[in-house]
T-cell receptor
């Protein structure tokens, strides 16, 4: 297994467009997390899944953001009607439920809204 | 809820200096503790962890001992290198319920040659 994979690595989009990011977690991990990170800040939690169920969403996650994990494997994060404030690094992480085990992070998708 | 307090950065050191990054935590349960590191332009990765009191985690010359009596998990390294320049995050884990790894701003370390 090559770890958590995120695509694309970089995305430049015009304001108002929709974007979708993909995350492929480590195969046996049933928990998957999405975070957003801006310069000089730590990762901010957006949402997480246990298998295919989305169990929690941050108040940071506006109605323009939606995430899915349809078969409990890969996940997508969609941002509709992007705004310049959405520019950030979007990180995905996965872990195993129920153990004091760490989260494994992908390299992230850097979004720039122009 | 669980939280950590990390010293603010940036921490600026010369190569071969001794490093301490303080981390104190509050937890409603009995936590495990992790240090993550983010090198410039890279993703987050686990540096070391401790799963019970007095556990010592170590990796790449870094050490941290989980002290229940002082609720601390300070990160130390005896002799830093330029390649250690990164942002370091202390993250508690508490079993049960919906665990979400929660990150603060981290502590930026800059090592000069």
């Amino acid at each position: 297994d090559t770890g958590v994979s995120q695509n694309p690595r970089h995305k430049i989009t015009k304001r108002g467009q929709n974007v979708t990011f993909r995350c492929d977690p480590i195969s046996e991990h049933n928990r998957l997390y999405w975070y957003r990170q801006t310069l000089g800040q730590g990762p901010e939690f957006l949402t997480y899944f246990q298998n295919e169920a989305q169990l929690e969403k941050s108040r940071l996650l506006s109605d323009r953001f939606s995430a899915e994990r349809p078969k409990g494997s890969f996940s997508t994060l969609e941002i509709q009607r992007t705004e310049q404030g959405d520019s950030a690094m979007y990180l995905c992480a996965s872990s195993i439920q129920g153990a004091p085990t760490e989260a494994f992070f992908g390299q992230g998708t850097r979004l720039t809204v122009v | 809820g669980d939280s950590v307090t990390q010293m603010e950065g940036p921490v600026t050191l010369s190569e071969e200096a001794f490093l301490t990054i303080n981390c104190t935590y509050t937890a409603t349960g009995y936590p495990s503790l992790f240090w993550y590191v983010q090198y410039p332009g890279e993703g987050l990765q686990l540096l070391l962890k401790a799963t019970k009191a007095d556990d010592k985690g170590s990796n790449k010359g870094f050490e941290a001992t989980y002290r229940k009596e002082t609720t601390s998990f300070h990160l130390e390294k005896g002799s830093v290198q330029v390649s250690d320049s990164a942002v370091y995050f202390c993250v508690p884990y508490t079993a049960g319920g919906s665990y979400i790894p929660t990150f603060g701003r981290g502590t930026s370390l800059i090592v000069h040659p």
